[in-house]
């Protein structure tokens, strides 16, 4: 794939144009001020997580809107990609970066590390999304108890799940009241690599299909 920037102003305070580049051995976003530093760089061998979303920006009323992207890498580290909007002034353009940015991230990156979980659960080897534990019988969670979260195991024929505009729920057709879990793409990591694995998973199986 040919090597893709973005750039970037973060907040009406903040003139800097702040280059976002995609390369298929790196992500490279100029966050710093430093005159000795200006980029945060991972290679793509240590990129492991990402979630996004939307805060609105309020007070009583809503008057803007800061686009969140987060990306971690093995260490731990993480990334920040923000930018705001206020009183929709250059919304749809924003927006469309913001997707843009989230569907390179997919395709430079993630694509690969759902491929390589797929292709663990094909190989029968055991692995984890999160708190969502994945082998050939089915998936272990964590669901809501009474007083306390408790771990779960689904068998695949049991699972269910179905998907929302912030986030992606698995649930047990057998048992959906008691046996649920929610996942939001904001806050939660790798929720869509939660969810194209599980999906294809599923899929693969017959067990659900998807238009």
């Known amino acids: 794939m040919e090597e893709k920037s973005f750039f970037i102003k973060r907040s009406y305070f903040d003139n800097a144009l702040r280059e976002l580049v995609f390369n298929h051995n790196f992500l490279k976003f100029e966050d710093k001020d430093s005159s000795h530093e200006l980029n945060t760089i991972f290679h ?3 990129i492991k997580d990402f979630r996004y979303g939307i805060r609105w920006i309020k007070f009583e009323l809503t008057y803007g809107r800061e686009y969140q992207i987060f990306i971690r890498n093995m260490q ?3 990334l920040k ?3 705001k909007t206020y009183f929709g002034h250059k919304k749809e353009i924003l927006h469309k970066q913001y997707s843009q940015i989230v569907d390179n991230l997919w395709d430079y990156y993630f694509a690969d590390i759902i491929n390589d979980f797929i292709n663990s659960y094909n190989n029968g080897r055991e692995f984890s999304i999160g708190d969502v ?3 050939k019988e089915g998936i272990s969670l964590n669901v ?3 007083f306390n979260q408790k771990r779960v195991h689904i068998h695949w024929e049991d699972v269910r799940t179905k998907n929302y505009h912030t986030y992606f ?4 057709a057998e048992n959906p009241v008691n046996i649920n879990r929610g996942y939001n793409y904001h806050h939660d990591w790798n929720v869509s690599v939660l969810y194209s694995v599980i999906r294809t998973i599923l899929r693969n199986e017959g067990i659900e299909n998807y238009n």
Do not use: V
Request: glycine content about 10%; overall charge neutral.
């Open 81 to 83: 990609i923000t930018f």
């Open 144 to 146: 809501s108890g009474i």
């Open 169 to 172: 729920s698995i649930y047990s």
């Open 44 to 46: 793509k061998g240590e």
């Open 76 to 78: 731990d580290k993480i």
């Open 133 to 135: 534990h994945l082998s």
